[in-house]
């Protein structure tokens, strides 16, 4: 059993505009731990990580230039995109 990661950014992120309010900078440890979550989550009960691990920045960069979820998106990026 995997330890569950420090997330210190992570936490303080519950709806888009927490995303919105951090700087810049911070986006890059917000992804990094974002992606830490993923795999001890996937890691405790299995599942696919690829797709997802493959749009955290993607997703970070969406929520923090576009006003989501006024603004709405819609992507999949399962095994039939």
């Known amino acids: 059993m995997s330890e569950t990661p420090a997330t210190p950014l992570l936490d303080l992120v519950?709806?888009?505009?927490d995303l919105r309010r951090l700087e810049t900078r911070q986006l890059r440890?917000?992804?990094d731990?974002?992606?830490s979550e993923?795999?001890?989550a996937v890691g405790?009960?299995?599942g696919h990580l690829?797709?997802?691990l493959g749009v955290v920045e993607l997703t970070v960069a969406v929520h923090?230039?576009?006003d989501t979820p006024r603004d709405?998106?819609?992507w999949d990026v399962g095994h039939q995109a």
């Open 14 to 17: 519950h709806l888009p505009e």
């Open 29 to 31: 440890q917000l992804a």
């Open 33 to 35: 731990e974002l992606r």
């Open 38 to 40: 993923m795999i001890a």
């Open 44 to 46: 405790q009960t299995g």
């Open 50 to 52: 690829g797709s997802g």
């Open 64 to 66: 923090y230039v576009f």
């Open 72 to 74: 709405r998106l819609v």
